[in-house]
């Protein structure tokens, strides 16, 4: 997989800005896809060739495989939309510093006993075997799922600061102070309400 410290999700906030978001983690790009809810709004993954698009052009496999080489069947994306539910729904726990509810948790191991990805080495570079069938994709999501809940970074699944932002992130800075799904985005605008906060108070106190 791409490097977890630079790989970024491009995404749309509501008022149409273009902004990207480092994740830190290939489970946490899928639930970027859209969801139920609220992130219905986001909903990118309408029909299977979407999800061949996503995974495609995804960390999973470095961002350069092409989607014919990606066969989704209907059951699989079904399949796919329920993972995303259940990686949501476990990130969130994670964020709230709390085990995977047991149902996920099951569900996550049968999605991670199947085959994953398959890597192979062409020309001494990492490559994939293709055809990808999706059950493999959603194996090597649930595995990264699984690998983050059970390993140290576990302690670094954040929800951004912003009051009215959703995004769940996994810190993988070295400091491990990040607060901000992306700076561009909520970071400048608790900058500007801080602004709006100080200059309210200096006329106060003119
Ligand atoms: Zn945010």
Redesign the pocket.
Known sequence: MTDASTWAVPLRSREGVAFT?VTGAACVDFVYTGGLGDRARWESLHEPADLAAWAGASRLVHGATPPSEIAVTDVEFAAAIELREVLWRSINRLADGERIARADAAALNVYASRPDLAPRLDGGALTFATPIAASQILSTLARDAIALAGGPLRERVR????P????PFVDTSRPGTRR???MA???N?DKARTRRRTEKGDGRSA
Request: glycine share 6%; hydrophobic share 40%; charged share 25%.
């Open positions: 978001v929800r951004c600061a912003a009215d932002c959703p995004l901000w799904c992306a985005r909520c970071g605008r």
